[in-house]
T-cell receptor
Framework: DQQVKQNSPSLSVQEGRISILNCDYT??????FLWYKKYPAEGPTFLIS?????DKNEDGRFTVFLNKSAKHLSLHIVPSQPGDSAVYFC?????????FGQGTRLTINP | NAGVTQTPKFRVLKTGQSMTLLCAQD?????MYWYRQDPGMGLRLIHY???????AKGEVPDGYNVSRLKKQNFLLGLESAAPSQTSVYFC?????????????FGPGTRLTVL
């Protein structure tokens, strides 16, 4: 039973445009949500997070939106840059542990 | 600070062999975690530790054992490796459990079981 799902395995976006990565969850007890970024042959690195009591958090080019009624969160990257090409994982906290989605591979095209 | 380091980076085992993966962190973090990453599956928690001398099972603990004898080290053991344990293994640590304090990951160990 996949509690956190990223339904798009891959996404291709032109440089300078907006990238939107999506994540759905099923457990309404999750209280914190995070996005991690992963380059090949490296470990994931923290990107941005949001508490369940908020609906938006912004950090520079990165914004995370949370829609609790739909159990959906999204990551917006604008403008997209070549260095943003990576695999992005969303994660949700429950019972002091993180549950990760399958990941979305983002490719930024010049 | 080296952060989180993992040893070895790569390993090939034959079915039935045993091995230990070592994770070390120099951030004085209380919590440590072992994950495995498989294609299309994301990161799945194997075991975790909330402090020195304590361990707990995660989502996929079968076939693995762990030990946290020192606060800075978290060992993952495979007693009798199976091809299904071919994966990339990541160790992570955090000051507190998830949430506002993020998990810091090591670079990973790529394990192949033949």
């Amino acid at each position: 039973d996949q509690q956190v799902k990223q339904n798009s395995p891959s996404l291709s976006v032109q440089e300078g445009r907006i990238s939107i990565l999506n994540c759905d969850y099923t457990n309404s007890m999750f209280d914190y949500f995070l996005w991690y970024k992963k380059y090949p042959a490296e470990g994931p690195t923290f990107l941005i997070s949001i508490s369940s009591i908020k609906d938006k958090n912004e950090d520079g080019r990165f914004t995370v939106f949370l829609n609790k009624s739909a159990k959906h969160l999204s990551l917006h990257i604008v403008p997209s840059q070549p260095g943003d090409s990576a695999v992005y994982f969303c994660a949700a906290r429950g019972a002091q542990k993180l549950v990760f989605g399958q990941g979305t591979r983002l490719t930024i095209n010049p | 600070n080296a952060g989180v380091t993992q040893t070895p980076k790569f390993r090939v085992l034959k079915t039935g062999q045993s091995m230990t993966l070592l994770c070390a962190q120099d951030m004085n973090h209380e919590y440590m975690y072992w994950y495995r990453q498989d294609p299309g599956m994301g990161l799945r928690l194997i075991h975790y530790s909330v402090g020195e001398g304590t361990t707990a099972k995660g989502e996929v603990p079968d076939g693995y054992n762990v030990s946290r004898l020192k606060k800075q080290n978290f060992l993952l053991g495979l007693e009798s490796a199976a091809p299904s344990q071919t994966s990339v293994y990541f160790c992570a640590s955090s000051k507190i459990a998830g949430g506002t304090d993020t998990q810091y990951f090591g670079p990973g160990t790529r394990l192949t079981v033949l």
